[in-house]
């Protein structure tokens, strides 16, 4: 094990939080040793200006290990080596270092740090109401920062500080589906509704508007249609109202409770339905759902088509979505330039409930693989091994995915931005096992898997994304 002196340059790892840049430091007098027996080192990190008592097997040289750990893409993260890589340049210079003030204003309002500097968050957001400048909080809280073993009595605190939730509307990035145009889709000049703008919805129906459809939106709070007025949509006032301006009318929200909403209740799609209007459910929702919604609008003597969509906030920004639709046929083709802009790929699976029925299969494999996932990158992490490396040789395996890659590293990153909230993955796992319950399919391995997810939302990270479930994993 290295022996470190004050002052050596070092990476350095707080429990379940990627390796940071640090220095080793001097102890401040007001901050207590933990009683642990085993060798510690007092840290300061840069980007942050935080420290923490780090033990002695989770410190590693920095220039040694910098192509190892310089690997996070993180706003926050760079900062940080962008500082220790200064530091270090000045040091060979002879000159003094800087750096500790450097990180004292340079830290502001990034939400990517380790866990020390999050605590030292938690600390200042006590006096919130107060109204003291956030700046001038930190800095006269940093002398209460609480020791590395304080900061670990409840990993739930630490997480609340250490990822912001992402919410959808600020997230959805209007640019970001400018590939679109590219995919040269020769739009229907159908009327076309789109009811739902979250994570998904914003930029599913901005690909619509670019690709020259003519688009009307609505979203129960109407804050997040504005994006996509400025790209030239209209605003419905209603459900109803969308679906009476419109010949075919898309949907994507939560759950089936969100879907039976929006078409049965007050001014509701029903209430716009008239012969031959179309309504293409996107939501991921169970086949009796699906079912129920398109006997009512069928009643009405509207078409109903179900097409739940694989792929993630990326793959919806991007027009790479799998769709996977089933139902009215007539109403498939005549949507089919908005599947083409949404999608790289459209599956007709012939009768209702096949999509639905698809689209739970897709995500139970998707949310079990996740929770193994994350239990092989803790066991590694208790077994003392380096997680980078494992992630590395995953990478290499015949398991490597874009699942692996991304929220491997996203886990290792301690950054979770939420792509797919993790109340989703375990509301799709619910709805697989009653499948599984209803078809007589024993599901041990999801079972597992959706108890997991549950515990994880108890826990405050419902709204995170999914690969928050190694915050319950790793606990
Ligand atoms: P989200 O960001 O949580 O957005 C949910 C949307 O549903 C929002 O527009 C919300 O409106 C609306 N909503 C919720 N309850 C409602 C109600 N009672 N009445 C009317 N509107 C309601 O979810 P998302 O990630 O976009 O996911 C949408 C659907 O796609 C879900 O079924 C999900 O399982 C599925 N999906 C998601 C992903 C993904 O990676 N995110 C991938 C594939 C499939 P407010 O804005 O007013 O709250």
């Known amino acids: 094990m290295a022996n470190f002196q004050v002052g050596d340059f070092v990476w350095a790892k707080m429990t379940g939080y990627p390796y940071w840049p640090g220095k080793v430091a001097e102890p401040d007098k007001d901050v207590k040793k933990p009683s642990k027996k085993v060798e510690m080192f007092f840290i300061r990190f840069y980007g942050t200006g935080d420290y923490a008592w780090t033990k002695a097997d989770l410190v590693h040289d920095y220039a040694e290990q910098k192509q190892k750990y310089a690997i996070g893409k993180a706003k926050g993260f760079l900062e940080a080596v962008r500082q220790i890589d200064h530091a270090v340049e000045r040091r060979a210079k002879g000159l003094p270092d800087t750096s500790d003030e450097e990180s004292e204003e340079e830290s502001e309002g990034s939400d990517d740090q380790p866990l020390a500097k999050k605590a030292k968050h938690e600390k200042s957001s006590s006096a919130t109401a107060s109204g003291t400048p956030p700046k001038k909080r930190r800095k006269s809280a940093k002398k209460s920062l609480p020791t590395r073993e304080e900061v670990h009595v409840s990993s739930v605190d630490n997480l609340n500080l250490t990822e912001p939730c992402v919410s959808p509307d600020t997230t959805a990035d209007a640019d970001s589906t400018t590939s679109i145009v590219a995919k040269d889709v020769i739009p229907t000049d159908k009327k076309i509704g789109f009811l739902g703008l979250g994570i998904m919805g914003i930029p599913m129906a901005m690909n ?113 979505l799998v769709i996977l639709a089933a139902g009215d046929r007539s109403l498939y083709m005549d949507g089919y330039s908005c599947f083409e802009a949404m999608g790289k790929k459209t599956f007709f699976l012939g009768e209702l409930g096949c999509g639905a029925n698809t689209k739970l299969i897709v995500n139970m494999l998707t949310g079990t693989f996740m929770a193994s996932l994350a239990e092989g990158l803790s066991l590694a992490e208790k077994a003392g091994l380096d997680q980078y490396t494992l992630l590395d040789v995953l990478n290499l395996s015949a398991i490597s995915c874009p699942l692996v890659q991304t929220k491997g590293s996203a886990i290792l990153e301690g950054h979770f931005p939420a792509n797919f909230p993790l109340k989703h993955q375990q509301k799709d796992l619910r709805l697989a096992l009653q499948m599984g319950e209803v078809l007589e399919q024993p599901l041990h391995v999801a079972g597992a898997a959706n108890e997991l997810y549950k515990r994880t939302k108890a826990i405050g990270f419902g709204d995170r994304d999914m690969s928050c479930v190694y915050r319950a994993v790793n606990a």
């Open 208 to 320: 619509l508007i670019k690709s020259g459809h003519d688009v009307t939106v609505w979203n129960r709070n109407q804050n997040k249609c504005k994006q996509l007025l400025s790209a030239g949509a209209k605003e419905g006032t209603s459900p109803a109202d969308v679906v009476q301006q419109c010949d075919i009318t898309f949907s994507c929200v939560s759950d089936s409770t969100a879907v039976r909403d929006l078409v049965i209740g007050n001014s509701g799609v029903l209430q716009g339905i008239t012969s031959g209007k179309g309504y293409v459910e996107m939501s991921t929702v169970d086949n009796d759902t699906i079912k129920e919604i398109s006997e009512a609008i069928s009643m009405r003597g509207g078409r109903f088509l179900e097409a739940p969509v694989s792929g993630s906030k990326k793959a919806a920004e991007t027009g790479q």
